[in-house]
């Protein structure tokens, strides 16, 4: 995530603190890392510059302590910005003076400070202070205030974000949520630490409640300047051995210690200041054995050249699952705890990357959810994620697929309604659906969308595929409304793989919230449905809108047509589904469903052992 990343052009120090974190305990750090790296003879200059903003930001150390950020226009004449900082640096030294005061007597005669020499050098040559900013502070330039001597940085790498989970569980990974600016996480430095327990082996020998000289306590999370550490109350650290990547997985050692990172921001060429931050709260204990642990046993490696191992996954929304009528009466056989997002995010999280799937389709994603926590995680393990919100939701379909595998050639995602009314390839659809008023109203309110991207492969460029996904109509008497959608979904589908992109084979994934006795199971399976299907009055005689659909691809459940994929208190049956291109696609192996005693150990699904009310299906796809 190089600039421009998921921070795009923010401030270089922002990490929630704006121009602060140069100030106070988190200033010491960054000079003291470098001092480190290029030795106590020069100070640095941080220098961010960027195209797109009209300032530029300059932060420093002056020598009686303080620490300077300063904005100054990129157009202005370098001599202004030097002045300013003579000016910075005499009143520094006159508070300083007067702080010496206060403890002392003044000594008689004393002269007043005279304002320091400042100039800035670019290879040993003084830069003239004509020169405009944008142009004068270069990195390797040195900038001198007085005696002291200070090496410019331009634009290093950066923490502009840095966040942990609020709840952590011991077998589950933890997965930061990283945002850089000049720099890549692939490119960085990673060290995790737990706390020190009383009197345990390997704890610092410094004395119970004092930090660790190695690891001085992090700004606080809401990035205002960090306190000095308090030597009465700061915690002690320990570095976990070997935990040197971006995720971690606690163990039941851990249980009850907090968590602490320290994240090395690079770019391959350079590093940048680190930033450290501890976990809210301490490790929790894990639920035990979990749905989909014995499923991973399958899907320990990704799946190897001329594979595809594609899943599909509704993973409740925290908008339907965290409420008072789920709890009450959607999921009441379900501990309220576990319905909660941040325990359920532990579990997605371990139980989607233990998938190492090439091709993610997840439906019932929270916009929140998708930003904050799982487009961050997966990317952890080698995921690039892509998001279509329904329209007025707050929850919409992700759709991920392996970096190394891959890359996104176009998204041609649609909403069904707008389609119907804007296209004209639906426009026979839409006129049959006009002699049923009521049913196409009810066509037109719903909020289902498509997402469609095209993924060429990165070792073989002839080799490419079309991933649709989709979550229909959720409502047990909208079978004709689930059948339009699917119509106009395959038709787009068509236009796509036959117009934009020819040739290109189908993996239509999804949510269907059909069982395989419903027409639009039909439909999509043996390539057509008659007008006389009895889905066509789900809701009666008065929305009936029958009419004769088809569509030429060939199309199979390439997990067949399993007992259930949603499994509550009221209802259990399959209605997810991965269907693949039989022209081009061959099913390799399907990943076995979790067993009947596991899914009902808990009553029902969701429940303290698996995250959601949907069983994922997965299945290894080859190429022919």
């Known amino acids: 995530m190089g600039h421009g990343g998921s921070c795009g052009h923010g401030s270089m120090w922002r990490l929630r603190a704006g121009s602060s974190a140069l100030r106070g305990g988190a200033g010491v750090r960054l000079w003291a890392w470098a001092r480190a790296e290029a030795g106590a003879a020069m100070e640095r200059a941080v220098v961010r510059c960027v195209p797109s903003e009209p300032k530029l930001s300059l932060s420093f150390a002056l020598a009686d302590g303080s620490h300077k950020h300063m904005q100054r226009d990129q157009s202005e004449p370098l001599g202004r910005a030097l002045s300013r900082i003579a000016t910075n640096a005499l009143k520094g030294h006159a508070k300083a003076a007067a702080r010496k005061g206060r403890r002392g007597p003044a000594v008689a005669g004393a002269e007043p400070a005279a304002e320091p020499l400042v100039k800035l050098y670019y290879r040993e040559e003084p830069v003239g202070d004509d020169v405009l900013n944008v142009d004068a502070w270069q990195d390797g330039a ?28 011991a077998g589950f990974p933890v997965c930061p949520k990283i945002g850089l600016e000049f720099g890549e996480p692939e490119r960085s430095l990673f060290r995790w630490f737990r706390e020190a327990r009383p009197g345990a082996a390997g704890a610092p020998s410094a004395p119970a ?17 960090p306190p000095q550490a308090d030597a009465s109350t700061g915690p002690a650290w ?8 971006r995720v971690f997985t606690p163990s ?22 680190s930033r450290e931050l501890e976990s809210a709260g301490p490790v929790e204990a894990g639920p035990g054995a979990c749905t989909f642990d014995q499923r991973h046993l399958y899907t320990k490696r ?6 595809l191992r594609a899943v599909t996954y509704n993973v409740l929304a925290d908008v339907y699952a965290h409420t008072e009528h789920s709890r009450a009466v959607l999921y009441p056989y379900c501990a309220p705890y576990a319905l909660g997002l941040d325990y359920r ?40 994620g892509l998001f279509r919100l329904k329209q007025q939701q707050h929850e919409g379909l992700a759709t991920f697929f392996r970096r190394d595998k891959f890359r996104l050639l176009a998204q041609h995602d649609i909403a069904y309604q707008q389609a119907l009314t804007g296209d004209p390839r639906h426009a026979a659809l839409l006129e049959s659906l006009a002699r049923a008023p009521q049913a196409r109203d009810r066509v037109l309110q719903r909020s ?34 689930r059948l339009v959608q699917a119509a106009v979904a395959l038709a787009h589908l068509e236009h796509v793989t036959r117009e934009l992109h020819p040739g290109v084979p189908l993996l239509f994934c999804g949510d269907f919230n059909s069982t395989p006795s419903t027409g639009m199971y039909r439909l999509v399976s043996t390539g057509s449905v008659s007008e006389e299907h009895e889905d066509w009055a789900s809701n009666g005689e008065e929305e009936r809108c029958g009419m004769a659909l088809a569509h030429p691809f060939r199309l199979r459940s390439a997990c067949g047509e399993p007992a259930y994929t949603n499994y509550v208190g009221g209802f259990h049956g399959c209605l997810d589904y991965i269907f693949v291109d039989c022209a081009a696609l061959e099913v390799e192996q399907v990943i076995p469903m979790p067993s009947h005693e596991e899914v009902t150990t808990h009553q029902a699904l969701p429940s303290v052992s698996h995250p959601s009310d949907h069983i994922a299906l997965v299945c290894d796809l080859k190429w022919k």
């Open 142 to 169: 040195v900038l001198q205030i007085g005696d002291v001597k200070y090496k410019v940085e331009r634009n290093p790498p950066a923490v502009t974000e840095l966040q942990l989970p609020r709840y952590i569980m």
């Open 209 to 225: 409640g004092t930090a660790s000289p190695a690891s001085p306590p992090p700004p606080p999370a809401d990035g205002d300047a």
């Open 448 to 481: 289902s969308a498509l997402q469609v991207s095209v993924l060429q492969s990165t070792k073989d460029p002839s080799r490419k595929i079309c991933v649709a996904n989709t979550h229909l109509y959720w409502h047990p008497r909208g079978g004709h409304i």
């Open 345 to 384: 995010l532990n579990l997605l999280q371990k139980e989607l990357s233990g998938y190492s799937a090439d091709v993610l389709c997840l439906q019932e994603v929270d916009r929140s959810v998708f930003h904050d926590s799982l487009a961050p995680a997966l990317d952890a393990f080698g995921l690039q």
């Open 252 to 273: 039941n050692a851990d249980i009850g210690l907090r968590l602490k990172l320290r994240c090395t921001p690079g770019n391959g060429q350079r590093l940048g200041p």
């Open 302 to 307: 990704v799946s190897g050249d001329g594979l």
């Open 238 to 245: 320990v570095e976990v051995p070997g935990a040197h990547e």
